[in-house]
């Protein structure tokens, strides 16, 4: 599976200096931080980047501005980055420290730094050790929320490109949990989407048991990810119940999945009623 663009941004944001992104001081206040970045939107807008710039890099650029102005507009954020970017310039060989310790706060921190520093296949290999030892491994219990959600999306990536499907949703299915509680990724969060569909679809009875497949569309029809996706997740859900031999489940998925495309189809017809009868004479040239 090819690597969502998204996290390379992302990582390349996490490791780059946001004040240097925008052009401004540590120190900078919120008003120069605001004009710093309207400023260098405009030079990046559309409309005045010019035609000798690739729109897809400009468009990478706008994005990675976006990202770091909304870090340093946010007390919260600022502090995180203040912390982490203290943390970079010490000189202290952070990772070493890292290996040396067992725990499970720093064996989750070590994946985390992996993944910022072209390291995603130790970070995926040490992830998969601790899945899968005996007892349970969560690294939202060990990360703080923000870390954790950018921590889950690259690592997904990097587990999704090895085949590890199950894993790899699993992870992104609890960010996307995340971000309807309280908006994290923002601008990325449509490619997070849309990363997630694409696992979704990539998912079924050739890449791993029935058991498992159904667990991955009950979780997704719980993400809230609209009426057409959950008709298709409820009739994969049906086709998967009877191949585990459950007709009764399979039966109230497809029934279910039934209902919903009945009301879809009600909508569109209320919606195209409601426009005709609020057209007026003048919109027909006179004629009613």
């Known amino acids: 599976m090819r690597r969502a663009p998204a996290g390379k941004i992302l990582a390349e944001l996490l490791l780059q200096d946001c004040y240097r992104i925008l052009g ?11 004009r710093a970045f ?25 994005r990675i501005l976006l990202e770091a102005y909304h870090i340093l507009s946010d007390a919260e954020t600022r502090a995180r980055f ?15 420290w890292l290996l040396e310790r067992e725990d499970g706060e720093s ?21 998969l050790r601790l899945l899968r030892a005996p007892g349970s491994y969560s690294l939202a219990e060990w990360l703080d929320r923000g870390d954790f959600m950018d921590c889950a999306f690259l690592l997904a990536e990097e587990l999704a490109q090895r085949g590890e499907l199950y894993e ?24 997070a989407l849309a990363f997630l569909r694409t ?37 994969r859900m049906a ?11 399979a039966g109230v998925c497809s ?13 569109r017809t209320e919606a195209v009623y409601t426009w005709g009868t609020r057209r007026t004479p003048a919109d027909t040239g006179g004629n009613t």
């Open 82 to 96: 203040a912390g982490w970017r203290a943390q970079q310039n010490t000189g202290f060989d952070y990772r070493s």
């Open 255 to 267: 029934g279910e999945a039934d209902r919903l495309e009945r009301l879809g189809k009600q909508a």
């Open 199 to 235: 696992l979704l679809a990539a998912i079924g009875p050739d890449t791993m048991p029935d058991e498992l497949v159904l667990d991955c569309l009950q979780t997704a029809l719980e993400l809230r990810l609209g009426r057409k996706d959950d008709i298709r997740i409820l009739r």
């Open 38 to 62: 309207r400023e260098k939107a405009k030079r990046l807008h559309p409309d005045t980047a010019g035609y000798s710039r690739k729109a897809r890099d400009t468009a990478a650029e706008m």
């Open 168 to 191: 790899a949703f699993r992870l992104l299915a609890e960010t996307v949990v995340l971000e309807h509680e309280k908006p994290y990724f923002r601008h990325f969060f449509p490619e």
């Open 239 to 249: 086709e998967c119940c009877k191949r585990l031999g459950d007709a009764l489940a």
């Open 107 to 127: 064996r989750a921190k070590l994946i985390f730094y992996d993944l910022l520093h072209d390291l995603e296949a130790e970070a995926a290999d040490l992830y």
């Open 24 to 34: 401004v001081p540590p120190d900078a206040g919120a008003v120069e931080i605001k």
